[in-house]
């Protein structure tokens, strides 16, 4: 099969296209023909170990030194079972499905082994395969976060980044919980954040959007470009601010009073991909597709990517549905 390398951190030049073994599922695994799958945020962090400040060291570490340790990027794909392993039940070869790999990658190639138990979830017929490619990563951190700032109903909520793939799940997630929520977005996305049910659209190129007397129970910051110490300011009594792409600041930022920072990786639990496909299916969220291109272009999805003005996700068509 036909897999995209990463062999060591730099720019999506670095990416090779090569022919590597094709895995077979072993007892209670399935093998997956993908048919889509997404370049996010996670996937550019990790090809060019784009870290926050202090964590580099770390990463790699737990990355890999001088290149990633998993060479086949990709943390969510849609597809089709090709075959399965023994005391397989649940699938059948010909189901259409979503899965999230996550942090153990490989999406990017013709064919992914996955846990029959694991993430990994029956497609909708209602769901393109480009959306189900798209609809795990913004969709798990968004509610990895909404779960661990426990908003509640009638909360007022401000999603900066609201445009991106996390951000615009976020919007869609918290609204779905009943928060009250403004996204801070370019003047050009004004109307995508509008399309999301969002409460109020900020436009962050007319001028500041913190400080300026508003004040909210949850900032969530999906881009990076905010700290807490910034923000606490802004926040109500017992407010949270979730630094969804912050650094070891963020991560250990002591309360300011009732205010508190919540940073770190994103759990990701099966439950979650379960949820997103039925909120999907019911037409409660929706994941927003930047652009789609072909699979001997991914690396111009990583460029979009990397651009920082992406809508959504970038998606990539791997094989035919």
């Not at 730099?10 to 007892?27: D, F, Y």
Request: hydrophobic content about 45%; glycine content about 12%; aromatic content about 6%.
């Amino acid at each position: 099969m036909r897999a995209w390398m990463c062999r060591r951190y730099g720019g999506p030049e670095t990416l090779t296209l090569e022919t590597v073994p094709q895995p077979r599922p072993k007892p209670g695994e399935v093998l997956i023909r993908v048919v889509a799958t997404s370049v996010s945020s996670g996937d550019v962090r990790v090809r060019a170990l784009r870290v926050p400040a202090g964590m580099k060291t770390m990463a790699r570490l737990a990355l890999g030194f001088t290149g990633p340790r998993r060479r086949v990027l990709g943390t969510e794909l849609s597809g089709v079972i090709a075959a399965v392993g023994g005391r397989v039940t649940a699938f059948k070869p010909g189901d259409a499905v979503i899965a999230f790999p996550g942090v153990a990658m490989g999406a990017h190639a013709e064919y992914r082994v996955m846990p029959a138990d694991g993430r990994i979830a029956l497609k909708p017929e209602s769901m393109s395969f480009a959306e189900g490619a798209a609809l795990c990563f913004g969709g798990s951190t968004a509610l990895h976060f909404l779960r661990r700032a426990g908003l509640k109903q009638g909360e007022r909520m401000l999603v900066i980044g609201a445009s991106g793939a996390v951000g615009s799940a976020m919007v869609q997630l918290a609204r779905q919980q009943g928060a009250w929520v403004a996204g801070v977005a370019s003047t050009a996305n004004l109307d995508l954040v509008r399309s999301l049910n969002a409460d109020a659209a900020i436009d962050y190129t007319r001028g500041a959007y913190l400080g300026t007397g508003e004040t909210y129970d949850v900032i969530a910051d999906a881009v990076g470009i905010t700290h807490f110490s910034g923000c606490h300011a802004s926040l109500n009594e017992h407010g949270r601010y979730l630094s969804l792409a912050g650094g070891l600041g963020d991560m250990m930022a002591r309360p300011k009073g009732t205010r508190r920072s919540i940073a770190g990786p994103a759990a990701e639990r099966k439950e979650d991909v379960a949820e997103l496909v039925q909120l999907a299916a019911a037409g409660a969220f929706r994941p927003v597709i930047d652009s789609i291109v072909p699979f001997e272009a991914l690396p111009d999805a990583h460029r979009r990517t990397d651009s920082g003005r992406k809508r959504g996700s970038v998606v990539v068509e791997v094989s035919e549905a």
